[in-house]
């Protein structure tokens, strides 16, 4: 393994600077699914888009700017990774949304508290300097909901 530290940081194409290819381009975030459509209701609500029919798919996708969002079934996983098993002992990923302003974080959470989501942390202001919620989604992942005060 190299222990080069150098700044390996690429632009849309993959590319730095000069244009030279540097490596792979993360353009995709992959999510374990219990239940695909409890899944799609829940990123819905929060403004993510899905072709028709992707609850009733095993696989499906939200692009956001340039990023990918990918849902897959956990039967799927198991399908080409035989030994897979959940994780356990605390969440593994969250995704955050930006709002627009400290209001709208605080509507988000009412929401999807009324549409049946647990919450995991009531609106609140973080000393880091941000209106933060967050809600779990149907796999009790954290889903974080920010905005900039002031």
């Known amino acids: 393994m190299s222990s080069d530290t150098s700044d390996t940081s690429t632009d849309?194409?993959?590319g730095g600077a000069s244009g030279d290819t540097v490596g792979p381009v993360l353009n995709a975030l992959s999510i374990v699914v219990r239940d695909m459509a409890e899944t799609i209701a829940?990123?819905?609500?929060?403004?993510l888009?899905?072709?028709d029919g992707a609850q009733e798919a095993p696989h499906?996708?939200?692009?956001v700017g340039g990023l990918r969002i990918l849902f897959d079934t956990r039967e799927i996983v198991a399908s080409f990774t035989p030994d897979w098993t959940a994780p356990g002992g605390g969440h593994r990923m969250a995704l955050a949304f930006e709002c627009a302003t400290p209001e709208a974080v605080d509507a988000q959470h009412a929401t999807l508290v009324a549409a049946g989501y647990r919450s995991h942390r009531e609106p609140f202001d973080a000393?880091?300097?941000?209106?933060y919620a967050v809600i779990l989604d149907p796999d009790d992942n954290p889903v974080d909901f920010y905005c900039a005060l002031g």
């Open 60 to 63: 499906a996708e939200a692009t």
């Open 42 to 47: 829940f990123y819905r609500r929060c403004g």
């Open 12 to 14: 849309a194409t993959g």
């Open 127 to 131: 000393v880091w300097g941000q209106r």
């Open 49 to 51: 888009g899905f072709a």
